[in-house]
């Protein structure tokens, strides 16, 4: 087994939250106060993080470091299926995928966590046990969001009951665009509780939030919130996973460590397909945050169909030549 992910360091309680008695303790107190906090934030320079994100996406990398990083890429993955259709049987051939990417190659890395909907989660869970590889459900509503506080909350506690060790949820983006924060912050909190001991993924919409300062802004909210992990999309709406945003979300855990001492996990999902595009963000963490960030527990890339790519490519850099689609399973 060569998972690189030590499930002990997910486990709950390990990571200190900014709570009573930290530097911003009293911008989550009101509605207004939390308004004023978010819309203090430096905004962000548009031309600037497009400009940034494109050059570092330029960056070429020697092909020792490529093999690096499309091991460390396999290894950073949440494995992905999110569709109406799945079944328990795609979500068993997934988790078998998720153990050995390339089962011609035990050197191969396995996946970080296999994302499902939290109905498949014990589905995911008994095909994972002891392999240290998590089980991520996405719920609140997920995609839209859009239920009673109660209903999104059951949502959790059920795919925690089923197993997941980590809870994928969407925010409210209607309540965050009319600017009721407190709202959205209270909602993160209770969804934070409901999780018990599995970690929490904020998912903020990005392509939904418009701005590069929404995005800012509903980072640090999510993180003030309790959040473990920040997270682009839901993958159901264009855009998503860009890397200016993902730039301006890697600031964001930076300077919310800097304040606070707390580390977030940023996780971009959505449109993620090419061992290039991993390699992009890779570069991207590497330049913006540093090796800090550079391992499954902080870095985690949302995808359902990289793998074989990644996969492909990782053959090329092993024998010279690819070994043609058949090499990989049909996702
Ligand atoms: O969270 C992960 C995304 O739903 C996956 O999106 P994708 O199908 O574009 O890779």
Known sequence: ????????????????????????????RSDAALRAFLHGLSGVDQVGAEQRAATLGTRSIKTTAKAWAIDTAIAMIDLTTLEGADTPGKVRSLAAKARRPDPTDPSCPA????????DLAGVAREALEGTGIHVAAVATAFPSGRASREVKLADVRDAVANGADE????????AFLSGRYLEVFEEIVAVKEACGGAHLKVILETGELVTYDNARRASWLAMLAGADFIKTSTGKISPAATLPVCLVMLEAVRDFRAATGTQVGVKPAGGIRTTKDAVKHLVLVNETVGADWLSPDWFRLGASSLLNDLL??????????????DHVSVD
């Not at 087994?1 to 989550?28: E, I, K, N, S």
């Not at 809870?167 to 209607?174: A, H, K, L, S, W």
């Not at 492909?312 to 689609?325: A, D, F, I, N, V």
């Open 1 to 28: 087994m060569t998972h690189v992910l030590d499930p002990g360091t997910l486990a709950a309680g390990t990571r200190p939250g900014p709570g009573p008695g930290t530097p911003f303790d009293d911008v989550t």
């Open 167 to 174: 809870i994928d949820m969407v925010i409210d983006r209607g």
């Open 312 to 325: 492909l490519q990782r053959q090329k850099l092993r024998t010279g030549h690819y070994s043609g689609p």
């Open 111 to 118: 996946v970080a966590a296999v994302c499902v909907y939290g």
